[in-house]
RNA sequence: CGGGGCGUGGCGCAACCUGGUAGCGCGCCUGCUUUGGGAGCAGGAAGUCGGAGGUUCAAAUCCUCUCGCCCCGACCA
């Protein structure tokens, strides 16, 4: 191999996306302080860093969901057993992946240890989503179709004990919104599931950064019970997929296994319609994957945990006052203005002045550095640096300037993250028409250490469940979702061949 | 749960093969120096070497068991 003399440049994160994608994600939520592992297996503890990214996400989130006419309301964190035992599907799906209690009591065990006791008479699950307790509620509050439709949110924390687990991506523990409604016609909690993903889409897009494809997933992708399952899917950084949210249109599954039963204005006894939807703290990590580089994290400004860092610079005594000074005065008034209904958020970090000082805060996404010095103040201007630009593109900025278009350049950063998500995306997203160059797409060179490859693959295929089976279990790769914007055009599946009038898409998932 | 890799100060790693009681870089603390693009020098704090057991005069190192993490697979938001 030969090696050019060009120096490797340095990055703040080691490895580099394209040395060792999955450690680089590791290291940047390390390094941005954002969270850490828990004592708890599959549990993380949310710093924050970190947590301030989900309290933006929910506040955004939960006015557009309210703005709908959705209503929040809390649901308890047991589920009584035989409320999962009645929809059959349901339980299927979720039955490998719940923590159950059995106890109510701890007791000595006489070796200075505790043991459960206290046997309960039925077991409690805690909630790997709540279908069934909120159906057992539902079925209590309607009795006419005067009291439908029900639009209930609630966000809470789910429990599902998964194999294998990333952090942010798959926690046994995460925090997530689960909306849950009830229609008296199946045409309206159609219209209601497509709406939800509509919301999820808008959001995802406009303070996410993260550009999604919308669509339906397969029969073999659906949520246990659903009759319908719709999704948003986003591209990372790697090519994989990741669902970024899910809507689902239940029919009257639950409703019948809950009893959800109306009477109409014709006076017949009816089973309500119902659908759920949700996204969870897993946007965290796809958006962190999403937009991060190999200097650590980068946060689109609308969701940012605080938007601009200010760096005071002083070496003698005499210049801290006057810098100071200068910096609490432009952080107050920064803090006045409104960026989309939130006041700017502003750090100060007066440690030590040295590089690494900044650096920390490039690792932690923050969308602006400002340094202030002596000489910045003598001119009236800043130095500032953004998160979306080289670390040495720092310009000076009049301070008057600075204030009157903070919002505007806060803006621009928003939309150049979305664009170059976009651009990546679509730049990654092939048609593809030979069962040959649909493999070679998703097989990497290097087999023992995969490179990244792949991405979104628009393929025909035929609709059968073996074909789906077929390429997962020679690529891993799944059909992601039967876009809603799909067009009718006539091809050959790409596994077996067989006419397909559509083209779906195929990638490799989280 | 199967296959592979790895557990050593906060982070990243070395020492392990060939046993002799732990070291480096970054970070942290103190002091001095320094011209605002990842500062320099000096001093300092911090480690049950993942855990348990065994072999041995002696174990981070060898053996057995165990726990956890990461990657790949099956499952999933």
Known sequence: MIYFMTKKTKTAITPTRSENYPEWYQQVIKSSDMAEKSPVRGCMVIKPWGYAIWENIRNVLDGMLKAT???????????????????????EGFAKECAVVTHHRLEKNGEGGLIPAGKLNEPLVVRPTSETIIGDS????????????????QWANVVRWEMRTRIFLRTSEFLWQEGHTAHTTREEAVERTHLMLDIYAEFVE??????????????????????????????MQDKKALQAGTSHFLGQNFSRSSGIIFQSA?????????????????????????????????????????????????????????????????????????Y????????????????????????????????????????????????DQ??????????????????????????????RAL????????????????YDFFIPENI???????????????GSENCESQIKTDLSVTIRSIPVNTKKENGKCVCCGKPADKRVVFAKAY
């Open 138 to 153: 539902f079925s209590k509050w309607v009795s006419s179709y005067r009291d439908l439709p029900i639009l209930i949110n």
């Open 69 to 91: 006419g959705v209503k929040n309301a809390y649901f308890p964190l047991f589920i009584p057993l035989s409320f999962l035992e009645k929809e059959a599907e349901h339980v």
């Open 340 to 387: 989309h209904n939130r006041r700017i958020e502003v750090e100060i970090d007066t440690r030590e002045i040295g590089g690494a000082r900044g650096w920390d805060w490039i690792k932690k996404g923050i969308p602006l550095r400002v340094e202030i010095g002596p000489r910045d103040i003598a001119q009236d201007s800043l130095f500032v640096g953004r998160r």
């Open 206 to 235: 406009k303070y996410l950064a993260m550009p999604v494809v919308k669509g339906y997933k397969t029969p073999a992708e659906r949520f246990p019970g659903a009759v319908d399952t719709m999704c948003i899917e986003a591209m």
């Open 266 to 338: 014709s006076e017949q006894e009816e089973f309500a319609w119902t659908t759920s939807w949700g996204v969870s703290t897993r946007l965290i990590g796809g958006l962190i994957m999403a937009h991060s580089d190999d200097d650590g994290l980068v946060l689109p400004p609308k969701i940012a945990s605080a938007h601009v860092v200010l760096l005071p610079i002083f070496r003698k005594p005499e210049e801290k006052t006057i810098v100071m000074e200068f910096t609490e005065n432009l952080s107050n008034e920064l803090k006045q203005i409104f």
């Open 448 to 462: 023992d250490k995969p490179e990244i490859h792949g991405g979104f693959a628009l393929s025909h295929w035929c």
């Open 390 to 419: 080289g670390h040495r593109e720092k310009k000076s900025i009049k301070r008057e300037e600075f204030i009157k278009t903070i919002k505007d350049i806060l803006d621009e950063m928003q939309a150049n993250l979305f664009e």
């Open 423 to 438: 651009a990546f995306q679509k730049d990654n997203t092939v048609l593809i028409d030979t069962k040959k160059e649909f």
